[in-house]
T-cell receptor, first 112, second 109 residues
Framework: EAQVTQNPRYLITVTGKKLTVTCSQNMNHEYMSWYRQDPGLGLRQIYYSMNVEVTDKGDVPEGYKVSRKEKRNFPLILESPSPNQTSLYFC???????????FGPGTRLTVL | EDQVTQSPEALRLQEGESSSLNCSYTVSGLRGLFWYRQDPGKGPEFLFTLYSAGEEKEKERLKATLTKKESFLHITAPKPEDSATYLCAVQASDYKLSFGAGTTVTVRA
């Protein structure tokens, strides 16, 4: 089954404690991206990657890092989380041939 | 800067009462306009991609249309299972995707 998986699905942490949210897709897609979703603000792109070792900033990259060492994985790293990073995070992937983007189930992060 | 504005923010419909959602946009070099459906607590689910003005796509009770400045999502004779938040997004020439805030549709039986 074609899917995008994220882990963990729920995470409560404290300010300053480094964390990583993993994302994996099994569709051999070139393009992957991370979004955060906040009430009234919609989905905002954090980082995206056009292919392995190619990453670029989205609209809200501050406080986040990403890496793309393998085609299937695109982890999101928060080196020093702060309360304003409390949000619902989505990973997504798509084939550059079809433009159809598939989203993961989401990770709800709370930073205390 | 690319902008996507969806209206209304919320829409309450009676079962069978057709209506339309609006997505107006400004983007540098439109590569595509996308519609997604999102259920509470879940990731957005792809519905349609539109590439050029005049294009239309249909799926069950949903029909999406595109002009040079806006897109409409028409819901014909909706059912309670059509209740969801509908998201519009535009992709610019640099492949960046910008989303609107969404329209939350509630269909009452």
């Amino acid at each position: 089954e074609a899917q995008v998986t994220q882990n963990p699905r729920y995470l409560i942490t404290v300010t300053g404690k480094k964390l990583t949210v993993t994302c994996s897709q099994n569709m051999n897609h070139e393009y992957m991206s991370w979004y955060r979703q906040d009430p009234g603000l919609g989905l905002r792109q954090i980082y995206y990657s056009m292919n392995v070792e190619v990453t670029d900033k989205g609209d809200v990259p501050e406080g986040y890092k990403v890496s793309r060492k393998e085609k299937r994985n695109f982890p999101l790293i928060l080196e020093s989380p702060s309360p304003n990073q409390t949000s619902l995070y989505f990973c997504a992937s798509r084939s550059t041939a079809t433009d159809t983007q598939y989203f993961g189930p989401g990770t709800r992060l709370t930073v205390l | 800067e690319d902008q996507v504005t969806q209206s209304p923010e919320a829409l309450r419909l009676q079962e069978g009462e057709s209506s339309s959602l609006n997505c107006s946009y400004t983007v540098s070099g439109l590569r595509g306009l996308f519609w997604y459906r999102q259920d509470p607590g879940k990731g957005p689910e792809f519905l349609f991609t539109l590439y050029s003005a005049g294009e239309e796509k249909e799926k069950e009770r949903l029909k999406a249309t595109l002009t040079k400045k806006e897109s409409f999502l028409h819901i014909t004779a909706p059912k309670p299972e059509d209740s969801a938040t509908y998201l519009c997004a535009v992709q610019a020439s640099d492949y960046k995707l910008s989303f609107g805030a969404g329209t939350t549709v509630t269909v009452r039986a």
